[in-house]
Nanobody, 123 residues
Framework: QVQLVESGGGLVQTGGSLRLSCTAS????????MGWFRHLPWKEREFVAQ????????DYEDSVKGRFTISRDNAKNTVYLQMNSLKPEDTAVYYC????????????????WGQGTLVTVSS
C-alpha cells in the first residue's frame, strides 16, 4: 500500500519560511517523479513544483520561482519543499504526489497523493 505523508505546515508571518517534507512508503521512491501541489476550497488544485527521479530536473510554477526550492533524498524516500519569502497568497493545503511520468504538471498524471498539510501565511 502506497502512503505519502506530508509534514511541516503551520502558521508563519509574511516573509517567513517553512520547509515541507513528504515521506513515501510502499513505492519504489527513486523510480518516481514527485510533485507539490496546493489547494484552497474555492480554487482548483494547482501545481507548485516537480522534481525528477534523480533530482536533476525541476520545474516550478511561475509565482514561486526564486522563493521555493524542491529537493529530494532518495535514501530517505523523502521530498522537500523549502518555502522562503512567504506571502499571504501562498496560504493553502499543500499536497505531495508521486508519478511514473516525467516532467508533468497535471494532477491527472499523478498516481498517489498525500493527505495534505496546511500552510497559513499571516499578513
Amino acid at each position: 500500500q502506497v502512503q505519502l505523508v506530508e509534514s511541516g505546515g503551520g502558521l508563519v508571518q509574511t516573509g517567513g519560511s517553512l520547509r515541507l517534507s513528504c515521506t513515501a512508503s510502499g513505492v519504489t521512491f527513486s523510480y518516481h517523479s514527485m510533485g507539490w501541489f496546493r489547494h484552497l476550497p474555492w480554487k482548483e488544485r494547482e501545481f507548485v513544483a516537480q522534481i525528477g527521479w534523480s533530482g536533476d530536473s525541476v520545474d516550478y510554477e511561475d509565482s514561486v520561482k526564486g522563493r521555493f526550492t524542491i529537493s529530494r533524498d532518495n535514501a530517505k524516500n523523502t521530498v522537500y519543499l523549502q518555502m522562503n519569502s512567504l506571502k499571504p497568497e501562498d496560504t493553502a493545503v499543500y499536497y505531495c504526489a508521486a508519478t511514473r511520468h516525467v516532467g508533468v504538471r497535471e494532477t491527472s498524471q499523478y498516481d498517489w497523493w498525500g493527505q495534505g498539510t496546511l500552510v497559513t501565511v499571516s499578513s
